[in-house]
């Protein structure tokens, strides 16, 4: 009788102990405007700490160079591609001026209040329009999306933050953003939030390649770490997971560090800092893309989009299993050429086709199952005589994740 005693206690002590286990929260903060050469020779010890419990790795942005997905390397189509996972040939946002969004590609926010309502967000913003155009808060085109606790805007606050010629106005609202970041997690502690700092771009485009730009870096850095304190209180006094994943949203010109939106390497050359345990291969030994973070970001709060939203993310998941990545497709006479690179080599990839993009506007598309193929080869063929088209959606199926590609015949 005592030993089965005994045995109950402890089986409800696990399972107590279960109930109470919080899921792992995300803050993601986007750093405006620092190619990876410059955040790897300046003294961020922060962001060295942080890496120290995770990885650090360079990244990169921009889509595909020279292809169907080649993106600007400008701040807001940078963080979009961020929130959406997608490039710009997807989630429409060209400039700075974020004219017509394609909100058909939703963004991380909208996705967890989507599949898991319960889960509480936070956005810490200099642009106002990061919330309003990008993220869509209480839009229609939407659905109404609604953040649960909002800090941005403060570029407009003439009174607070007086505009001057030097734009130290920016490093005030930066610090300002900070301090209620850091607030609003020791007391809050929302399940996803943003963060976004500007003040290292306005340095970078006033003074190129520079001590002061350089300065703006290491204020940077202590502003993350000001947030990491902030973390590292709920993840004692609450016994909280957390994950923060810090990138950029370009990199510059290597002319003189103060342009950027084009092509070359540097201005493509990114960087992402992160406190993951379980790292994959893919962040170990691969270049990832900016639109990692967002899949990496759901499969962290377990949400698990509709099979046609997740076959259009062009990211893969930087933590747990994924099995391939990198798919790139090529046609010649009624042929697709099809390769991916190999994570793991266990099992099928399935290669499924659509010559439609009808979800572009909201609609479904019609895929079709033409092969099935040894993952661990690395690559396909596929006659499609039979299913002539100018273009090829195509989505490759593994054990652990999905990627896909397109095909432009032009």
């Not at 202590?222 to 990199?251: C, L």
């Not at 990114?270 to 900016?290: C, H, M, Q, R, S």
């Not at 994570?343 to 990839?349: A, E, F, H, Q, Y």
Request: proline residues 3%; positive net charge.
């Amino acid at each position: 009788m005592i030993k089965k005693n005994i045995y109950l206690l402890v089986v409800f002590i696990a399972c107590f102990s279960y109930a109470q286990k919080k899921d792992t929260k995300v803050l993601f903060v986007i750093v405006d405007g620092i190619p990876a050469d410059v955040i790897e020779k300046v003294y961020t010890p922060n962001l060295d700490k942080i890496a120290r419990e995770g990885g650090y790795t360079r990244a990169y942005v921009g889509g595909e160079k020279d292809k169907y997905s080649q993106t600007p390397t400008i701040s807001a189509v940078g963080y979009n591609s961020l929130l959406t996972g997608t490039w710009a040939n997807k989630h429409n946002v060209w400039g700075n001026s974020i004219k017509k969004p394609n909100y058909n590609y939703w963004t991380i926010f909208r996705m967890a209040k989507a599949y898991r309502p319960e889960l509480k967000t936070a956005i810490f913003s200099t642009w106002l329009d990061n919330r309003t155009k990008l993220v869509g808060d209480g839009l229609s085109e939407t659905g109404h999306i609604k953040l649960d606790y909002v800090f941005d805007g403060y570029e407009h606050d003439t009174i607070n933050f007086p505009h001057d010629k030097k734009a130290m106005y920016i490093h005030k609202i930066d610090e300002h953003v900070v301090e209620k970041a850091s607030d609003c997690i020791k007391e809050n502690a929302p399940d996803l939030s943003w963060i976004y700092l500007e003040y290292t771009d306005d340095m970078g485009h006033r003074f190129g390649d520079s001590d002061q730009f350089h300065d703006a870096v290491k204020i940077a850095d202590k502003q993350i770490g000001k947030v990491w304190k902030a973390i590292n209180y709920r993840r004692k006094q609450f016994n909280e997971s957390w994950e923060i994943f810090i990138t950029t949203d370009h990199g510059r010109d290597k002319e003189t560090g103060q342009g950027h939106g084009g092509q070359s390497e540097r201005e493509r050359l990114t960087w992402i800092v992160t406190n993951a345990k379980n790292l994959n291969g893919y962040f170990k030994t691969k270049e990832p893309g900016i639109v990692d973070i967002m899949p990496t970001m759901m499969r962290t709060l377990n949400i698990e989009p509709k099979k046609e939203q997740l076959w259009e993310i062009d990211g893969v998941p930087l933590t747990g299993k994924i099995s391939l990545s990198n798919a790139k497709a090529t046609n010649s006479e009624s042929k697709l050429y099809i390769t991916w690179d190999v994570i793991d080599s266990k099992g099928k990839v399935k290669i499924w086709v659509s010559t439609e993009n009808d979800f572009n506007t909201g609609g479904t598309d019609a895929y079709k199952l033409l092969k099935k193929a040894d993952i661990k080869k690395g690559q396909a063929t596929i006659d499609v005589s039979k299913l002539p088209s100018n273009f090829y959606k195509i989505v490759l199926e593994a054990n652990h994740n999905t990627i896909n590609t397109w095909v432009v015949i032009k």
